[in-house]
């Protein structure tokens, strides 16, 4: 009997085992039959154990073993909500944070919860409506469904909830308007609805009754109309964020009312009308950003007189004189005021008692003496007061100030001597004085500002020499100390600087010889040295700047032959007018394009008429006939020696090239004006200009002038295999301006060539990073961008199936000659039926790192928005000119890096410091757009069509007009930034 007990105990045990497990254990195993798990996290959960209460993310109530609280964030779920956590009727916790749930919240289920008192869904994939029926969780107090795909109205029905403390549904697709039922919650403490595309209109005034309500976050939300007097009834209200938004009328008196507020932030509206009274009462207020708006009036003194960290103003109208008041706050960190009517001088104690940081005061009509204290407290980083009427010299405590880093005095009255401490101060590395009478020496306490990256100088009364301290900034890329009474020569430390890509030192009285190891100065982009007394040749070295775009050394003495080494050079601007030149113009500037670039040398000969006189240019055709006949003879030899030797190495490979590539393997794809077995001939490792993981690439200069590019794939087995259909089938049938042309291929066996036509100026990627970058010029860049926009539009949309590319990156975007962009390596390429409809799971992630979109990353499946992902990543490196993935970013890519520091340090920080100031709303549009493609969630990315819409108009912005709103408008930092020619 014993016996037959245990052998039924033995059979039973796992169908009893599973029986053991409670009813709420049970459901927790079928919400993981409806989670896909690739991370594994939900291995406890298991039919083994009789409650669920040791299982990850799991709390149970400690007596009665029933579930109280899951927590599964961070877990890398996906699959649809998991509709049977509604039926665990003790709980009061969810969250799912930070997943991929990507369904619609079904409405039944979720009216299950009983007991539910915090609901956290927020960072997922979720889509649809925000069912009806939360409405019916009467207990809940928290719900956060932020950042999701979520559509529809925000429902009325949520103003019902009797308990709910916190509501955010930030960053959606919300349409409709902002309900007024939510002023009826009276016990809540935090509405947070910013970045959702909601129906123009008003805010609310109900949300005035909300008297528990401590955070009003509404930037972004498409809101018209008047503030609502009302809110001025919010007494707990710490924060109030309205920014971002097309909000009229004037900033309500009722504001007043606001005891405990810390911040307020009404920046990018259309708000009118000067500031309200009532001000004094605000005693908690460290913040007020108001900038951005058609403000008038003056500054009001009791404004002024708070305790303010941050005080905003810039892009008003406002007028007036700045309250003496404000010098005495004592936590004044942020001052800007820029692009106002302000006028008088500044209150003189300023700094005295604040912590001063950032001072942006430009484009006002403030006059008098720069206050001594702006440093007092030791903290300045910032000055910045471009374009102003400041007079008088600069303070002497200037030079003490240790923690300045950005000093800007452009185009000011200021006179006398600079400090001479402040030339050398350690953490300056942007100092700008141009456009002031200010005179004495460059200091030679110059080498103390190591971090030194931009000097600019012109336009004053500078004298003396330039001192030999100067080649002791590494870090410098920009010198100007033009239109001044710089004299002596320029000392050979200069050759050390090896960052430098522009030496403005024209109109000055420097002497003496161009400096022997100029050849050094690789990045030098711009070199002008015109009107000034230097004497001697011209430094045949200056042919190795092959980055050189303008040489300007006009109005000199200087001598001799013009170095044919010149030639190597591809000048937009070239001038060596009025010196003492003598000799040939070298044949490349023989022409009447450059003929105003010689004029005033009349010892100059050449192929320009009236550049010298009769008796050398018929000097100068004996000597070319001479040429011709030496070079004719040359050439015929030349020829015969070739030819010979072609019909040599002919035969003697003829055997060996039928037997490696059969001419029936050959396939093209176009009409050919060549050879396929040439191509082969040709194929010297002395040619390669490229190898990677997939094989090695071959620059082939054909009989007939033309250049092809033949890329050898390794080996035969898998992928390889793949790759070479894959870039076949995918480029053998394409045809647009924007996408590299295939020529031809062939397939032998180990063999597998592909011929494609050759792109002089290589990939983006290498010209970013190398010593051409500043080839690539803001309109260049701008052009790049919209070509590959419309190569990957076109595969997107125009292909009939649609092409995914998988692998979009600055180093398959190939330049022409011109700098056409063009899409390039198909190999990982995918056909994908519907490609705007659905996606298709691949097997193995394709792409490059840096590049690949987060949601491809974890799910293998593709669509368009993983291309759209990497594309936006390649906008990015062309406004920051940085890689996607570097060590200073530390744990982050360039995405995240370009977030986080536009967030804490500004534009002036992200862009690119070779790119013209002159583009800065352009490249501000631009960014927006590279940042829209990167979104991380990819519903809201855009579609190829509207990058390319987007990426025309944002380039067909004025050059330098002032930025009323936008999306990066809250990560300017400097007034200077909305205008010509002051962004760094």
């Known amino acids: 009997m014993l016996l037959f007990l245990l052998f039924f105990l033995f059979f039973l045990s796992p169908p009893l085992l599973t029986l053991s497990l409670n009813q709420d254990g049970l459901f927790l195993l079928r919400a993981r039959q409806q989670l896909s798990d690739p991370n594994n996290y939900l291995t406890t959960w298991n039919s083994a154990d009789a409650t669920p209460c040791r299982w990850s993310g799991v709390t149970c109530n400690n007596l009665t073993g029933a579930v109280t609280a899951v927590n599964l964030s961070f877990a890398g779920l996906s699959g649809p909500f998991p509709s049977s956590l509604c039926r665990l009727q003790s709980l009061t916790s969810l969250s799912l944070s930070n997943n991929y749930i990507n369904s619609t919240l ?89 970045y959702n595309p909601f129906t123009p209109g008003p805010i609310p005034s109900q949300l005035g009754n909300l008297t528990n309500l401590e955070n009003l976050w509404l930037r972004e939300c498409n809101l018209v ?44 509206n259309s708000l009118s009308g000067e500031l309200p009274a009532g001000f004094s009462n605000l005693t908690r207020l460290e913040m007020f950003d108001a900038s951005m708006n058609e403000l008038t009036g003056t500054i009001p003194a009791e404004l002024c007189e708070l305790q303010l960290a941050s005080l905003n103003l810039y892009l008003n109208k406002l007028e007036g004189s700045l309250p003496e008041s404000i010098a005495r706050s004592e936590k004044l960190s942020e001052l800007k005021l820029f692009n106002n009517n302000l006028v008088g001088t500044l209150p003189s104690d300023l700094g005295s008692n604040s912590p001063l940081e950032i001072i942006d005061i430009s484009y006002t009509q403030f006059s008098g003496e720069i206050p001594a204290n702006l440093c007092r407290q030791g903290k300045l980083e910032v000055l910045i007061m471009i374009n102003g009427s400041f007079s008088g010299e600069i303070p002497e405590s200037l030079g003490n100030c240790k923690s ?115 050849g050094h100065l690789t990045k030098l982009t711009d070199l002008n040295l015109a009107n000034n007394r230097f004497n001697g040749n011209i430094p045949s070295e200056l042919g190795s700047l092959t980055v050189l775009s303008v040489l300007d050394l006009s109005c000199n003495y200087l001598s001799g032959e013009i170095p044919l080494q010149l030639q190597n050079l591809k000048l937009g601007e070239l001038n060596l007018s009025n010196n003492k030149l003598s000799g040939d113009i070298p044949p490349l500037y023989a022409n009447d394009r450059y003929r105003m670039s010689f004029v005033g040398n009349p010892g100059l000969c050449g192929h320009l008429s009236g550049l010298c006189p009769s008796s050398g240019e018929s000097k100068s055709k004996y000597r070319r006939y001479l040429w011709i006949f030496r070079s004719i003879f040359v050439l015929a030899g030349a020829v015969f020696i070739v030819g010979m030797a072609w019909f040599y190495l002919k035969y003697r490979n003829l055997n060996k090239l039928k037997k490696g590539f059969n001419i029936s393997k050959w396939m093209s794809f176009h009409k050919l004006g060549f050879s396929e077995l040439e191509i082969v001939k040709l194929m010297s490792e002395d040619n390669v200009i490229g190898s990677g993981a997939s094989g090695k690439v071959y620059k082939v200069v054909l009989s007939n002038g033309e250049v092809v590019a033949v890329k050898k794939l390794w080996g035969t087995v898998g992928s390889k295999k793949d790759e070479f259909d894959v870039e076949v089938e995918t480029l053998g049938k394409i045809r647009h301006k924007n996408i590299v042309r295939l020529w031809c291929c062939c397939n032998s066996g180990d063999n597998k060539l592909l011929v494609y036509e050759y792109m002089p100026n290589g990939s983006l990627g290498d010209m970013l990073k190398n010593s051409k970058k500043s080839l690539l010029n803001w309109p260049t860049r701008c052009k790049i961008a919209i070509d590959a926009a419309e190569g990957l539009s076109y595969l997107h949309h125009d292909c009939v199936p649609p092409i995914v590319h998988r692998d979009i990156k600055s180093n398959n975007i190939l330049l022409d000659g011109e700098f056409v962009a063009k899409v390039a390596d198909f190999g990982v390429a995918k056909i994908v039926a519907g490609v705007n409809q659905g996606t298709e799971s691949m097997s193995v992630i394709a792409g490059s790192y840096g590049y690949i979109a987060p949601e491809y990353a974890y799910t293998l ?56 100031s002159k583009y800065s709303e352009q490249i ?22 509207k990058v390319v819409k987007m990426l025309q108009e944002a380039t067909t912005a004025p050059e330098s007009t002032s930025v009323k709103s936008g999306n990066l408008s809250p990560y300017y930092n400097d007034g200077a930034s909305y205008n010509q020619g002051n962004v760094v």
């Open 924 to 945: 501000s549009k631009v960014l927006s757009v590279g940042l829209l493609c990167t979104s991380s969630l990819p519903i809201t990315r855009p579609s190829m069509r």
């Open 404 to 518: 300045l880093r950005r000093i800007r005095l452009k185009n000011n009255k200021l006179s006398g001597v600079v400090p001479y401490a402040l030339w050398g101060l350690p953490h300056l590395f942007y100092l700008e004085l141009m456009d002031n009478s200010l005179s004495g020496n460059i200091s030679n306490a110059i080498y103390g500002a190591y971090n030194m990256s931009s000097l600019l100088l012109s336009k004053n009364k500078f004298s003396g020499s330039i001192p030999d301290e100067i080649g002791l900034l590494h870090n410098l890329v920009e010198f100007d100390a033009s239109h001044n009474n710089l004299s002596g020569r320029i000392p050979t430390s200069v050759v050390k600087l090896s960052q430098l890509f522009s030496l403005d030192l024209g109109d000055n009285q420097l002497s003496g010889e161009i400096p022997g190891g100029i």
């Open 106 to 194: 079904p409405a039944v289920a979720i009216a299950g919860f009983r007991s539910l008192r915090h609901l956290d869904l927020s960072m997922n994939n979720l889509v649809g409506p925000i069912p009806d029926t939360l409405s019916q969780i009467t207990t809940l107090r928290s719900l956060d469904l932020s950042y999701n795909n979520f559509s529809g109205d925000i429902p009325a029905s949520l103003g019902q909830l009797p308990q709910l403390e916190s509501l955010h549904i930030v960053y959606n697709l919300l349409e409709g308007t902002i309900p007024s039922s939510l002023g009826n919650i009276s016990t809540l403490k935090e509405l947070q609805l910013a």
């Open 861 to 916: 499946r593709v669509n368009e928005k993983s291309d759209i992902y990497s594309f936006g990543v390649v906008i990015l490196e062309l406004v920051t000119g940085k890689p996607p993935i570097d060590a200073e970013y530390g744990e982050n890519n360039l995405v995240k890096w370009v977030s986080s520091t536009l967030e804490k340090e500004g534009l002036d920080h992200v862009i690119d410091p070779i790119l013209d």
């Open 225 to 268: 109309g008047p503030i609502p007097t009302s809110l001025g009834n919010l007494a707990r209200l710490t924060v109030l964020d309205l920014s971002v938004n097309n909000l009229t009328g004037t900033i309500p008196e009722s504001f007043s009312g606001l005891k405990s507020v810390i911040q307020i932030e009404l920046y990018s």
